[in-house]
């Protein structure tokens, strides 16, 4: 049956005028019609199922770059995620991709879980025995013994170690890789102002990940994390916090090699919301996290912005205060904090992170012959990015998950 989609306006992720009086026309799981209501070729039939939002604006579903599904979100989360079964993971990783997909993401990579425990749960969502978004993933993070995240499973030390746990990543069904270039906040003790690996052993990590398709997306707080990470040539820089060394500097912003993340493509993933979102649902500083300035924050990233960098959105979700179905928050934070257009957010959002994950053919923008990720959000969030926060409607590869307000999954 052929699914209509119409609504006051749609945006198709590419950054185009947003057209007026717009339809969707899905068949078989695919886009095979973005139109203007009164042009509609097949889908005024009469087995066209029709969904019509007044006011509301279509757009693609939102990719969400950075998830782990098995962490508790709650203040909690350190010692759940030391303590907690892979079966209580389990739970804990249904309930979250239910929550993303009810958000609008449509596509979710997740970018550390246990393997026993997201292995099986993308093959669940897939198999359709949990609704949850299309899933890509990569498994156990790779970190120093001790290191940031080692309680997910996979400590490497050197190169060959790395290269190894590369290779058992690959092996066990991963979709990416996910190095720890240096430490980080929510692992006690470990050195968020140092790199855990030198250039030399990240390099070894991304020319076998090449060799096996694979792409590698490094957390970096550390401006020598960062640095190390990009002399590497790693894909995606995860935070990208460029700290100083010195506690005192608090940053070491190095436009030189902003202007290379920008000159070689890398797709930076700020994380920029979650500081919002402890500051909404209120969180202290834990105990030998580093002092932040959001304020300087923001200009380096406008800075990053204005010098071409290709930003993508990640929640981090499953950290502390960091919920699944959090998403609108982090086109909200680009638009308020780094002063951007809602559209340039929203492009962000849809089409540079399809991009990145590798699925732009399949997803991320409305056009014909795509997967029909869409939704329809009350208002028009062109005039004010809240509006994502609004999802009415939404259908994930066909299939109407949410429809005027009622979640079906
Ligand atoms: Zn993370």
Redesign the pocket.
């Known amino acids: 049956m052929r699914l209509v989609l119409k609504a006051d306006r749609l945006i198709d992720g590419t950054g185009a005028v947003p057209v007026e009086n717009a339809a969707v026309v899905v068949e078989s799981g695919r886009i095979t019609e973005v139109t203007t209501q009164d042009r509609i070729q097949t889908g005024e039939r009469d087995d066209a199922d029709t969904v019509t939002v007044p006011g509301g604006t279509l757009m693609p579903g939102f990719i969400e770059v ?3 599904i098995h962490c508790s979100a709650q203040a909690d989360a350190y010692r759940h995620i030391t303590t907690e079964s892979n079966e209580t993971f389990l739970m804990r990783g249904v309930q979250a991709v239910r929550a993303a997909l009810s958000s609008g993401v449509t596509t979710m990579r997740d ?2 879980s246990r393997n026993p425990v997201i292995f099986p749960l993308k093959q669940a969502v897939e198999d359709g025995i949990v609704p949850g978004p299309r899933m890509l993933v990569a498994g156990t993070p790779i970190t120093t013994t001790g290191g940031h ?1 080692n309680m997910f499973g996979t400590e490497a030390d050197t190169s060959d170690e790395v290269v190894a746990a590369v290779r058992g990543q690959f092996k066990s069904g991963a979709d990416w890789i996910k190095v720890m270039s240096t430490g ?1 906040g ?1 692992t006690p003790g470990t050195n968020v102002r140092a790199p855990q690996y030198p250039v030399e052993t990240l390099k070894a990590a991304v020319q076998d990940a090449e060799r096996l398709n694979l792409r590698v997306a490094a ?1 970096c707080h550390a401006s020598a994390g960062v640095r190390n990470c990009v002399d590497a040539g790693v894909h995606n820089l ?2 990208c916090s460029w700290l100083a060394e010195d506690p005192d500097e608090l940053y070491d912003y190095d436009t030189d090699y902003a202007d290379m993340i920008a000159e070689a493509g890398i797709y930076v993933d700020p ?1 920029l919301a979650l500081g919002r979102l402890n500051q909404l649902r209120g969180r202290v500083r834990p105990l030998g996290a580093p002092e932040r300035d959001p304020a300087r924050r923001f200009e380096i990233l406008r800075d990053m912005w204005d010098r071409g960098v290709k930003f993508v959105t ?1 929640m ?1 979700a ?2 502390t205060n960091a919920n699944f179905d959090d998403f609108a928050y982090i086109p909200q934070v680009m638009v308020e904090e780094m002063h951007i257009a809602p559209m340039e957010a929203i492009v962000c959002s849809t089409q540079t992170s399809a991009d990145c994950l590798g699925v732009l053919d399949e997803t991320g923008t409305l056009e014909v012959g795509k997967a029909a990720d869409v939704l329809i959000v009350d208002g028009n969030p062109v005039e004010d990015i809240t509006a994502l926060h609004n999802v009415n409607s939404i259908v994930k590869q066909g299939a109407v998950v949410k429809r005027e307000g009622e979640l079906l999954i």
């Open positions: 950075h998830t782990h970018l550390g995240c980080g929510f957390h995860i935070h994380t990640g981090d499953g950290m």
